[in-house]
């Protein structure tokens, strides 16, 4: 009987230290560790994403990251968008990146603006949770917050510098990647057609 109690101990006590070692609240997520924008910098292209509440870019999303003369991150973006329920057309996006903490440079904070009057305009967090500058790159944002500290309206962006797809080695890490940031199952892919 005790030998019984043990091992049940054993488990409950794994899957509390499983429980609090993997946490959702959105400032437990790492970043990409000394994070590099000129590496960064390019064209990518979006291969699956979690969309955040109301009106976002719905497939043929690119963008392209530059960095200016003082050290400004700017992207240039396109993809289609779906509007009043059934026009789909294509939209162009700006959006300039500011660095709030030196120590954490892949947390930046985006301000965008739709290019035009029916796109939208604002400021959101911007994380770059993984890159290997040349393949892949895992973004992530939330916009609100739950009290318990979780994210409770956030997107996810999953970005290659080929149009085409990845590897099986690096879809594994980008799954993993998903994982971290408690999105796993919640992503779509994203079609590359060449539209805009």
Same mark, same amino acid.
């Given at each position: %009987?005790?030998?019984?109690?043990?091992?049940?101990?054993?488990?409950?006590?794994?899957?509390?230290?499983? @429980?609090?070692?993997?946490?959702? &609240?959105? !400032?437990?997520?790492?970043?990409?560790? $000394?994070?590099?924008?000129?590496?960064?910098?390019? +064209?990518?292209?979006?291969?699956?994403?979690?969309? #955040?509440?109301?009106?976002?870019? =719905?497939? $043929?999303?690119?963008?392209?990251?530059?960095?200016?003369?003082?050290?400004?991150?700017? &992207? &240039?973006?396109?993809? +289609?968008?779906?509007?009043?329920?059934?026009?789909?057309? @294509?939209?162009? %996006?700006?959006?300039?990146?500011?660095?709030?903490?030196?120590?954490? #440079?892949?947390?930046?904070?985006?301000?965008? =603006?739709?290019?035009?009057?029916?796109?939208?305009?604002?400021? !959101?967090?911007?994380?770059?949770? !993984?890159? !290997?500058?040349? $393949?892949?790159?895992?973004?992530?944002?939330?916009?609100?917050?739950?009290?318990?500290?979780?994210?409770?309206?956030?997107?996810?962006?999953?970005?290659?510098? $080929?149009?085409?797809?990845?590897?099986?080695?690096?879809?594994?890490?980008? +799954?993993?990647?998903?994982?971290?940031? @408690?999105?796993?199952?919640?992503?779509? #892919?994203?079609?590359?057609?060449?539209?805009?």
């Amino acid at each position: %009987m005790k030998k019984k109690q043990f091992i049940f101990l054993l488990m409950l006590l794994s899957a509390v230290e499983y @429980c609090l070692a993997h946490s959702c &609240a959105v !400032d437990s997520f790492s970043v990409k560790e $000394n994070f590099d924008r000129k590496r960064y910098a390019g +064209r990518w292209y979006a291969l699956a994403k979690k969309d #955040p509440e109301g009106l976002f870019l =719905q497939d $043929n999303i690119s963008a392209d990251y530059t960095i200016e003369e003082d050290g400004t991150m700017t &992207a &240039a973006s396109k993809g +289609r968008v779906k509007l009043f329920g059934f026009w789909v057309i @294509c939209a162009d %996006m700006a959006a300039q990146y500011t660095v709030p903490d030196p120590a954490t #440079p892949g947390k930046m904070y985006m301000t965008y =603006q739709g290019l035009a009057s029916y796109l939208s305009s604002g400021g !959101d967090d911007y994380w770059v949770i !993984d890159t !290997d500058y040349v $393949n892949y790159a895992v973004t992530y944002a939330c916009r609100t917050r739950k009290e318990d500290g979780t994210c409770d309206d956030g997107y996810s962006i999953i970005f290659s510098r $080929n149009p085409r797809g990845f590897s099986p080695a690096i879809q594994r890490i980008v +799954r993993q990647k998903q994982e971290e940031i @408690c999105m796993s199952g919640q992503f779509k #892919p994203v079609l590359q057609s060449g539209a805009c």
